[in-house]
């Protein structure tokens, strides 16, 4: 089972948001269990305090969070009472290793350690050393990482805050991490006390699961942080117990009236969100449309364009939308081939064929996703090799979906579904991403085709302005289309 939903599963079953770390530190040893005495009896003393500790929790958490460096200070004692520590985690609760790798030449290897060996479910990784560093742990496709974005101790702020408190590099780690990995298998380690920081996040980071640190000081005030950082569902935050609880000797009543507060807290966000009838952009998600984050994003690195485009058929539109640029966003990648995955899942077909070239790198995605062979129909055929005009292999009579970005007219599909008719393919299903209505699909229908499409234009642009992202006159510029 993946990462997220052994956590998903585990926040349902045991309605909770909490995780405990668990830190087999003799300083933070609760009085009751003194005097440790040699490294042995220490080491047997923490186990006992970890036992305890995960037993009273078990019912009542969605996550457990070693943390690697008290283990390691407890030498080869601490590596075997961290093999006994992760036994003792029931199987379907999740384990967070809190490492904060950030090693370029070892994370391969740590990697390996820590998922194949140590069998946990994500770990926490420093971001500086940048993509490079986290992709040998997202290679673990059940796997995931948090980032480490913001920590909550004094001195880090020179460097967090930098350059201004307005445009901090915190918030652009956490921009730059939403590259790295899809929300399943990428969130972000956050540790402040204030609930300003956690709203900031939050709002650039709406999809991700945030791992909250160091927010148990003197005088936060939890309802301010839950409202910060949960999203619109009421998670999407993973809150620590605090520390102090885990020492005391009702720990299970302590955790469950805190769980009890931070449901309800959780309980309201959702209530109001179901009865919040006004739109404000930004503000109310309620009725969001499914692909609110998706469109916002792939406006927000210029794939969807305003302005005068003149289109292949000298017609001249109010926007553009160039999907070709998504190869050089992995994360975007992936949340177009789910999309994409979504409706190919419900269709009879034997292979996927992209129209070149914007659809090759999605037919090629959907290909090793689905695990479907693929094949194209060239755009022009050479004068020389093979002089094919469809590459890959397949045979005469199989059934292939067609994928392509977008219908304007519905030329570019249809010409590609012609060729592939004439080596003898059947043609029934054309998936694109984009339709700009019009009246495209009948004109495909009429042709013998049916035309899917994952969003129109009108929803995009709906979107765009209900979230501010387009102004009331490149709204309106769509009803003089
Ligand atoms: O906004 C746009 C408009 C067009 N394209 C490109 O054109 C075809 C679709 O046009 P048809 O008239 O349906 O043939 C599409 O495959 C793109 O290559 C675009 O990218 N963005």
Known sequence: MNFFDKLNGAIARNQSLLFVGLDPNVEMLPSRYYPP???????NILWDWLQVIISQTADQVCAYKPTLGFYQALGIHGLELLQLTLAAIPADIPIILDAKHSDINTSTIFAKTVFEQWQVDAITVSPYAGQDHVAPFLVYPDKAVFVLCRTSNPAAIALQEYPTTESPLYLQVVKEAKNWATPEQLGLEVGTTSPEVLARIREVAPERVILARSIWSEGSNLSNILTAGLNVNGDGLLIPVPQDMLGSDNLSEQIQSLN????????????????????LPNVCLVNQHPYLDLILQLYDIGCIMFGEFVQASGATFPYYIDLRKIISNPQIFHQILNAYADVLKDLKFDRIAGIPYGSLPTATGLSLRLNRPMIFPRKEVKAHG?????????????????VDDILISGKSAMEGAEKLKSAGLKVNDIVVFMDHEQGVKDRLRANGYRAIAILTISEITQTLYEAGRINEEQYRAFDEV
């Open 260 to 279: 009890q507060e931070i449901n309800q807290t959780r309980n309201k966000i959702i209530e109001d969100a179901s009865t919040c009838s006004v739109w």
């Open 386 to 402: 093979s002089r094919r005009v469809i590459e890959g292999n397949f045979e005469p009579g199989e059934t292939v979906v067609v």
């Open 37 to 43: 005495g040699d490294i042995d009896s220490i080491t």
